[in-house]
């Protein structure tokens, strides 16, 4: 019966993307637009964004190796390197490692961490853009040093926007395979630096993105965000070196997080709900149909499964303690559920994390609400105080405050080994902090070989007390003093005392990224051309539409072999 259901959604989600697309794509034979030079083969064009502009809705733009220092060109939408506004491009690079789309001046060695070979801007710059189209593919390509503006703003690295700040859904399906992120450079812990290494906004999906790398990030290394149902998969990514390995601000539904390594960053990863222009908040992990059993075998669409959080202590990052919640991140903490609701978090292993393993805590948002969505205002949370609110002497700066409690999250099955070697009281593989709410969080079948370490204690928190649908709350005492010290004093100040001690930020050192997979064959699925001349050169136009459709049959049967398949199924 499961088999016949999964084929039957397969089967008509192709179908619906082949009427679609299928009659457009024949009328137009993808072409295959090529870049700089392949194996001595000369392509027709020099630059990336001259190609792609260029180019008709599903051609293929191919890129031979050297390091493209992209700037765009004049009067565009989205301040970036390569802007992609036209839907179903396929961007793909001959080789991961030496296809560079660069940030930093012309005639500069690649990637350069030198600050005199940076391109500063006032508003900053992005790398490469898919803007407000659906289908997209980014594959095989590097990107680095597309930095924020000198106030902050933009620098993000590769990032498909459906729409940023907006508060509404601008993009459909969209696909990133063997894509690395990094930049090389950044002033210290402050502006310019790159932001985001691999981001998402405000799109609808289905997407994927799969072996991917990203580093060296003020904000974060990977972000899927300002989507109530993501139907997204972040799955085989590596994120280090930043502030968050990995944040999703109101994120939610049909969401997948799966075999990922996220290591010496601040915190290896932080979705939450904020009351921003992320919006509409909360990041709420139900399936959007009541009715729906997810994987996760309940209502819980958004799943985080055999992740492997480790040596998440690095308070020598870009970004933090210049300001904002990622500037804010709770040092030396695996991951933190911050504000959210109905995440489950399924076999994750958690190692070295001096603070917490997991952290469960609720989110005092302290933010304007979205000015350009204002009906949208503290959706999901419960409003404090309103915008314009004074200071209350040192412990409140003024501004609205959205309070957004964490509850309904099931964190189960999951591993630990040394976590909370700090030693501050409240330090442990496992924390809650959230105030009561019915339902409250549960936690079940956790274990450390060294004993499992919690607050509210490990027998406590594992009991009936704390099983799921249950009314329960955290320890808001002890703990959530200890998460405001790790926080450098997010929300009031910490004292200075032998117990509440935290690593301090010296100095920021960045690196290149390692050299990771490449592709192993990148003219696969290309339409014939004289880079791959052995793909068949008869039908142009029947083998571009056969890639584009497999392409949408791969994300569609992704998507659904994740929702169905149960959590107890060995991986």
């Known amino acids: 019966m499961r088999s016949k259901l999964r084929s039957a959604v397969v089967t008509t989600a192709l179908l619906t993307f082949v009427t679609a697309t299928g009659l457009a794509a024949s009328t137009h034979a993808p072409a295959v637009l090529r870049v700089g030079s392949y194996k001595g083969i000369a392509g027709q064009y020099s630059t990336v964004q001259a190609a792609v502009l260029a180019a008709a809705p599903g051609d293929w733009v191919l890129v031979g190796p050297?390091?493209?220092?992209?700037e765009g060109f004049k009067g565009m939408d989205e301040a970036s390197g390569v802007l992609i506004e036209k839907p179903y491009l396929h961007l793909r690079g001959m080789n991961r490692n030496t296809v560079i789309i660069d940030g930093t001046k012309a005639g500069t060695p690649v990637c350069s961490g030198r600050k005199q070979n940076q391109t500063f801007t006032k508003d900053g710059m992005n790398g490469v853009v898919a803007f407000k189209v659906d289908g997209v593919s980014i594959e095989n390509l590097t990107a680095c040093n597309y930095l924020t503006g000198t106030s902050g703003g933009e620098g993000n690295e590769i990032w498909w926007n459906g729409g940023d700040g907006s508060g509404t859904i601008g993009m459909g399906r969209y696909w990133g395979d063997y894509i690395t992120a990094t930049s090389t450079y950044s002033n210290g812990f402050a502006n310019p630096r790159g932001e985001y290494g691999i981001f998402v906004s405000n799109a609808k999906g289905p997407g994927i993105i799969d072996h991917s790398y990203a580093s060296n990030m003020g904000d974060a290394a990977y972000y899927i965000g300002a989507c109530p149902d993501c139907n997204a998969i972040l799955r085989r990514a590596h994120g280090q070196f930043s502030a968050l390995g990995f944040s999703g601000t109101n994120a939610g539904g049909h969401l997948i997080i799966e075999r990922n390594e996220f290591d010496h960053n601040a915190i290896g990863a932080a979705p939450d709900s904020q009351n921003n222009d992320d919006a509409p908040s909360p990041n709420s992990g139900r399936c959007p149909n009541p009715n729906e059993i997810s994987a996760a075998g309940t209502n819980s669409c958004s799943i985080w499964r055999y992740n492997f959080f480790h040596d998440n202590n690095n308070p020598n990052v870009p970004g933090l303690g210049t300001g904002g919640l990622a500037g804010s991140a709770p040092v030396g903490t695996g991951i933190a559920l911050a504000g959210?609701?109905?995440?489950?978090?399924?076999?994750?292993?958690?190692?070295?994390?001096?603070?917490?393993?997991?952290?469960?805590?609720?989110?005092?948002?302290?933010?304007?609400?979205?000015?350009?969505?204002?009906?949208?205002?503290?959706?999901?949370?419960?409003?404090?105080?309103?915008?314009?609110?004074?200071?209350?002497?040192?412990?409140?700066s003024g501004g609205a405050l959205c309070y957004f409690q964490a509850f309904g999250n099931d964190v189960r099955g999951n591993t630990f080994v040394n976590n909370g070697f700090?030693?501050?009281?409240?330090?442990?593989?496992?924390?809650?902090?959230?105030?009561?709410?019915?339902?409250?969080?549960?936690?079940?079948?956790?274990?450390?070989?060294?004993?499992?370490?919690?607050?509210?204690?490990?027998?406590?928190?594992?009991?009936?007390?704390?099983?799921?649908?249950?009314?329960?709350?955290?320890?808001v005492t002890l703990t959530l003093l200890q998460a405001n010290c790790a926080t450098r004093g997010l929300l009031?100040?910490?004292?200075?005392?032998?117990?509440?001690?935290?690593?301090?930020?010296?100095?920021?050192?960045?690196?290149?990224?390692?050299?990771?997979?490449?592709?192993?064959?990148?003219?696969?699925?290309?339409?014939?051309?004289?880079?791959?001349?052995?793909?068949?050169?008869?039908?142009?136009?029947?083998?571009?539409?056969?890639?584009?459709?497999?392409?949408?049959?791969w994300i569609v049967l992704g998507a659904a072999l994740v929702r169905r398949r149960p959590l107890d199924r060995r991986h």
């Open 66 to 70: 050297g390091d493209y220092k992209e």
């Open 340 to 396: 959210i609701e109905y995440h489950t978090l399924y076999k994750n292993r958690f190692e070295n994390n001096g603070s917490w393993g997991v952290l469960v805590t609720d989110l005092p948002d302290q933010e304007d609400p979205p000015k350009d969505v204002p009906s949208q205002n503290c959706n999901g949370g419960i409003s404090v105080l309103p915008t314009g609110a004074p200071a209350i002497g040192p412990l409140y």
């Open 422 to 475: 700090y030693k501050n009281p409240g330090n442990a593989d496992i924390a809650d902090i959230g105030l009561p709410h019915n339902p409250g969080n549960c936690f079940s079948g956790n274990t450390d070989p060294a004993g499992l370490t919690a607050y509210p204690p490990a027998a406590l928190l594992q009991s009936d007390l704390y099983a799921c649908n249950r009314p329960n709350g955290g320890d």
């Open 492 to 553: 009031f100040p910490c004292p200075d005392t032998p117990l509440t001690h935290y690593p301090p930020s010296t100095l920021v050192t960045l690196r290149m990224s390692p050299r990771q997979p490449t592709m192993p064959d990148p003219c696969k699925g290309v339409p014939a051309n004289p880079w791959c001349p052995r793909n068949g050169s008869t039908s142009y136009g029947v083998t571009g539409t056969v890639a584009t459709v497999a392409g949408a049959a």
